[in-house]
Every structure is written in structure tokens, then in C-alpha cells.
């Protein structure tokens, strides 16, 4: 029985985003002019609201500033209490209450209208004290609550995190922003590792296992073995031709089975039995694209180049211990 009624509360809420994606093209005009002012702002956008809207105003705040748009959380409560002098004629205010009655947001939206502060409000009564005091009100639709009892915030608080989350999304497609840009606002974690470029992770020009062309495959392996990465790159005129790895070096021997040593490992060159074409990484590239590339050509190492010159070597093993997956 309790699963359903888990199911049950997700299908009134699965209905809350439909009702919300269907009143978008409704709301065009007063999204548009939201993302205006939000975008627009020479200051920062002051997210504020009280209890769960409150809760999902931190959210919103949080996400706005890892997405582009400096953003901070104001209480209120503190904002009544000296944290109103925090606010600029130069940002922009997003009000979350649901009511559009919330007592708390009254000094705040005094003090806006008093310096010209300008207000997105996001609330579910168009005719409410915040929508009618805001610059531009989103009001959501009337939807019912997951509560059985219709009366704990619920679906009402999804479709304010959904509505924030999106304006957020629309905001960083506004301002171009790429995978690289991210990595100045998430420097840790996972995700953080993932948006690190190459030549941060790669070992360097000292650690690579290099022969020439012409040295014999007895260096190549000797080579492989000094270094410890199961690949040594070939190189021609300082220009990585190929690679060859231990599995290629193992085929060789199973092949060069008839010869005698001397012409298998002394008199036969790397440039004989390495790969042409082998799949090269640039140093800007990102560490999340790096992993991704070795994953889908089932190799566990690739050179890092430029100009055809290698820079450095980039290893399954490497990118996993720092953190991308």
C-alpha cells in the first residue's frame, strides 16, 4: 500500500509539470521580460522567500550562481533586520511565495520599490500582493497538492524549483557558456574533475615513453617497462608517428615465433610494428572528453599532442584516480 501511495503522489506531480509545460507559451512574454532583467542586471539576482519556498529559493540561489548569474540567498526575516542593506539599485530580486501573502516579503518589497530594485516574483496567485508589487510575475498554475490532504507544499514548491530551474538553463544558453566555462564554478568534486582540461591531469614531457622510429623493438620494450604505462609513442622527426603497446609488442613476438632474437628485438625496428593513426588527445580538450574518447576506442592510454609533437600522456588509470567518471 505504501508504494502506492507513492506512486500516486508522483502522478500528482507529474501532472503539476504538465499543467506548467503547458501554460509556458502563455507565459512567454513575461519570461522573456524576466530573463531581460535577470540577464541584464549590473548587480546580482537576491533570491528570497520563507518556508519551503524559502527552502527552494536557497536551491534556486545555488544554481543560478554554478550556472553564470552571480546569485545570493536573503532571508526575509534577516533582510528586516540589516541584511536589506546587502541589496543594490543594481540587482535584481526573485520572490518565491506561493500565497503571494507571505508577511515576511513586505520590507523587502518596500525597500524595492523604494530604490528602484526591480522584482521577478514567482507565485501562485496572480492577484496577490507579490504579483501585483512585482516588475514581472510568473504565476504558476493551480495545481493540487501531493499531500492527501492538499495542504503541505508539495507540488506547489516542484513547480517553483522546475520554473527557477529552467529560467537558470534559458540564462546560461543566453550567455554562451560551454562545458569549459564551467569548471570556474565547480572545482571539486566529481563533476569538478570531469571539467579539468587535459594538460592538467597528463603526465608531462619528462615522464613520456618515446623511441625513435629506427630503434629496435628491444628499446621499444625496455621502454614500456621503464615507464610502466603499457605504451610507447614511435616518433619521426620529433613527430609522433605511432604507438606501440604491450598487446602490440605480445602479437609481434607470437609472430616473429620463427625468427631468432637477434633479428625479432635487435635488428627489427618499432616503426616496423607500430600503430599509424593512433588516437591523439590535445591539451585544451576536457578531462571528462578524454576519459570518454578511451572508453569508446577500448584503449586504456593516448598521447597528448600538438602540432603532431607529443606534450604528454593521458592513462585510463590517470583520469579515473583524479576523480572522472
Known amino acids: ?187 571539486g568534486g566529481r563533476l569538478g574533475a570531469a571539467l579539468k582540461r587535459v594538460d592538467e591531469v597528463m603526465h608531462g614531457p619528462d615522464a613520456l615513453p618515446l623511441v625513435e622510429a629506427n630503434a629496435p623493438v628491444i628499446r621499444a620494450i625496455a621502454e614500456v617497462s621503464a615507464k610502466g604505462h603499457g605504451i610507447v609513442g614511435v616518433t619521426e622527426a620529433g613527430q609522433l608517428a605511432g604507438v606501440v603497446t604491450d598487446g602490440d609488442i605480445r602479437r609481434y613476438l607470437e609472430r616473429a615465433a620463427g625468427a631468432t632474437m637477434r633479428e625479432a628485438l635487435h635488428e627489427t625496428a618499432a616503426g616496423q610494428i607500430m600503430t599509424r593513426g593512433s588516437v591523439r588527445l590535445s591539451p585544451d580538450m576536457l578531462v571528462g572528453e578524454a576519459l570518454a574518447t578511451l572508453q569508446a576506442k577500448r584503449i586504456s592510454a593516448a598521447f597528448v599532442t600538438e602540432a603532431d609533437r607529443p606534450v604528454g600522456l593521458v592513462t585510463m588509470l590517470r583520469l579515473l584516480n583524479r576523480g572522472a567518471a
Open 1 to 187: 500500500m505504501t508504494a502506492a501511495h507513492v506512486a500516486e503522489a508522483l502522478g500528482i506531480d507529474a501532472e503539476g509539470l504538465a499543467a506548467l509545460s503547458g501554460a509556458i507559451d502563455g507565459m512567454a512574454d513575461r519570461i522573456e521580460a524576466a530573463l531581460d532583467l535577470i540577464g541584464r542586471a549590473e548587480g546580482r539576482l537576491i533570491v528570497t522567500g520563507l518556508g519551503k519556498s524559502g527552502h527552494i529559493g536557497r536551491k534556486l540561489a545555488a544554481t543560478f550562481a554554478s550556472t553564470g548569474t552571480p546569485a545570493y540567498f536573503l532571508h526575509p526575516s534577516e533582510a528586516s533586520h540589516g541584511d536589506l542593506g546587502m541589496v543594490t539599485p543594481q540587482d535584481v530580486i526573485m520572490a518565491l511565495s506561493w500565497s503571494g501573502e507571505t508577511q515576511e516579503l513586505s520590507d523587502v518589497i518596500g525597500y524595492a520599490k523604494r530604490h528602484g530594485v526591480p522584482i521577478v516574483a514567482l507565485t501562485g496567485a496572480e492577484d496577490g500582493t507579490l504579483a501585483r508589487a512585482a516588475t514581472v510575475a510568473l504565476v504558476l498554475p493551480k495545481v493540487r497538492e501531493a499531500c492527501p490532504h492538499n495542504l503541505a507544499p508539495t507540488t506547489s514548491t516542484l513547480l517553483q524549483l522546475a520554473l527557477g530551474d529552467a529560467l537558470a538553463v534559458a540564462l546560461l544558453r543566453r550567455k554562451g557558456l560551454d562545458p569549459r566555462d564551467f569548471h570556474g564554478f565547480h572545482p
